[in-house]
Protein backbone atom coordinates (compact mmCIF):
# COMPACT_ATOMS: atom_id res chain seq x y z
CA UNK A 1 0.00 0.00 0.00
CA UNK A 2 1.04 3.52 -1.14
CA UNK A 3 -0.15 6.65 0.72
CA UNK A 4 0.32 10.71 -0.46
CA UNK A 5 -0.13 13.02 1.88
CA UNK A 6 -0.61 16.82 0.41
CA UNK A 7 0.09 19.97 2.35
CA UNK A 8 0.78 23.34 1.85
CA UNK A 9 -2.81 24.41 0.66
CA UNK A 10 -4.64 27.31 2.20
CA UNK A 11 -6.13 30.77 1.66
CA UNK A 12 -4.45 33.60 -0.26
CA UNK A 13 -5.05 36.58 -2.21
CA UNK A 14 -5.28 37.07 -5.69
CA UNK A 15 -1.49 37.38 -7.13
CA UNK A 16 0.06 35.59 -3.95
CA UNK A 17 1.99 32.14 -4.02
CA UNK A 18 1.56 29.05 -1.95
CA UNK A 19 3.88 25.87 -2.43
CA UNK A 20 2.13 22.55 -2.39
CA UNK A 21 3.85 19.50 -1.17
CA UNK A 22 3.56 15.90 -1.38
CA UNK A 23 4.97 13.15 0.10
CA UNK A 24 4.52 9.71 -0.93
CA UNK A 25 4.91 6.22 1.69
CA UNK A 26 4.91 2.87 1.68
CA UNK A 27 6.17 -0.12 -0.62
CA UNK A 28 7.47 1.86 -2.94
CA UNK A 29 10.28 0.29 -5.47
CA UNK A 30 9.97 3.49 -8.04
CA UNK A 31 7.72 6.08 -8.50
CA UNK A 32 7.14 6.64 -12.62
CA UNK A 33 5.08 9.46 -12.85
CA UNK A 34 3.47 12.35 -10.28
CA UNK A 35 1.04 14.78 -10.41
CA UNK A 36 -1.02 17.36 -9.55
CA UNK A 37 -4.36 17.86 -10.11
CA UNK A 38 -7.42 20.06 -9.03
CA UNK A 39 -11.05 20.02 -8.48
CA UNK A 40 -13.49 23.27 -7.97
CA UNK A 41 -17.27 23.00 -6.98
CA UNK A 42 -19.03 21.79 -9.61
CA UNK A 43 -16.72 20.57 -12.02
CA UNK A 44 -14.66 17.93 -13.07
CA UNK A 45 -11.13 16.74 -11.78
CA UNK A 46 -8.57 18.43 -14.32
CA UNK A 47 -4.72 18.16 -14.99
CA UNK A 48 -1.99 21.01 -13.75
CA UNK A 49 0.70 19.41 -13.99
CA UNK A 50 2.74 16.03 -14.13
CA UNK A 51 6.42 15.13 -13.80
CA UNK A 52 7.97 11.22 -14.92
CA UNK A 53 10.45 9.87 -13.57
CA UNK A 54 13.23 11.63 -16.34
CA UNK A 55 12.27 15.07 -15.05
CA UNK A 56 9.96 16.04 -18.28
CA UNK A 57 6.74 18.17 -17.26
CA UNK A 58 3.72 19.04 -18.64
CA UNK A 59 0.65 21.88 -17.69
CA UNK A 60 -2.75 22.97 -17.97
CA UNK A 61 -2.29 25.90 -20.52
CA UNK A 62 -4.26 27.75 -17.68
CA UNK A 63 -1.24 27.44 -15.10
CA UNK A 64 1.60 27.56 -17.81
CA UNK A 65 4.33 30.47 -16.69
CA UNK A 66 2.23 30.11 -13.25
CA UNK A 67 2.82 27.05 -11.83
CA UNK A 68 6.43 25.02 -11.50
CA UNK A 69 6.10 21.22 -11.07
CA UNK A 70 9.23 19.50 -9.50
CA UNK A 71 10.11 16.49 -7.25
CA UNK A 72 12.91 15.27 -5.15
CA UNK A 73 13.12 11.68 -6.12
CA UNK A 74 15.42 10.74 -2.91
CA UNK A 75 12.56 11.82 -0.42
CA UNK A 76 9.63 10.49 -3.01
CA UNK A 77 8.06 14.05 -2.75
CA UNK A 78 6.21 16.36 -5.05
CA UNK A 79 5.99 20.12 -4.93
CA UNK A 80 4.27 22.39 -6.78
CA UNK A 81 4.93 26.10 -6.73
CA UNK A 82 1.89 28.66 -7.38
CA UNK A 83 2.55 31.91 -8.14
CA UNK A 84 0.24 34.55 -9.41
CA UNK A 85 -2.71 32.62 -8.35
CA UNK A 86 -5.95 34.09 -9.02
CA UNK A 87 -9.14 33.43 -7.92
CA UNK A 88 -10.29 30.76 -10.68
CA UNK A 89 -7.13 28.69 -9.14
CA UNK A 90 -9.61 27.68 -6.26
CA UNK A 91 -10.01 24.36 -5.69
CA UNK A 92 -8.94 21.35 -3.88
CA UNK A 93 -5.62 20.22 -4.92
CA UNK A 94 -4.77 16.33 -5.16
CA UNK A 95 -1.60 14.71 -5.57
CA UNK A 96 -1.20 11.30 -8.22
CA UNK A 97 1.31 9.27 -8.39
CA UNK A 98 1.81 5.85 -10.52
CA UNK A 99 3.87 3.27 -8.46
CA UNK A 100 6.10 0.39 -8.78
CA UNK A 101 6.06 -1.38 -5.55
CA UNK A 102 8.71 -4.48 -6.75
CA UNK A 103 10.44 -5.50 -8.83
CA UNK A 104 7.77 -6.70 -10.82
CA UNK A 105 6.68 -4.59 -13.60
CA UNK A 106 3.07 -4.05 -12.17
CA UNK A 107 2.22 -0.22 -11.73
CA UNK A 108 -0.56 1.19 -9.64
CA UNK A 109 -2.17 4.54 -9.72
CA UNK A 110 -2.63 6.40 -6.59
CA UNK A 111 -4.59 9.49 -5.14
CA UNK A 112 -3.67 11.54 -1.85
CA UNK A 113 -6.69 13.16 -0.23
CA UNK A 114 -6.27 16.61 -1.18
CA UNK A 115 -5.37 19.85 0.23
CA UNK A 116 -7.71 23.28 -0.07
CA UNK A 117 -6.45 26.45 -2.30
CA UNK A 118 -8.56 29.24 -2.03
CA UNK A 119 -7.51 32.71 -3.66
CA UNK A 120 -9.64 35.95 -3.01
CA UNK A 121 -10.07 38.52 -5.06
Known amino acids: QVHLVESGGGLVQAGGSLRLSCAAS????????MGWYRQAPGKQRELVATIISGGSTTYADSVKGRFTISRDNTKNTLYLQMNSLKPEDTAVYYC???????????????WGQGTQVTVSS
Open 26 to 33: GSIFSINS
Open 96 to 110: NAVVRPSSVAIFYNY
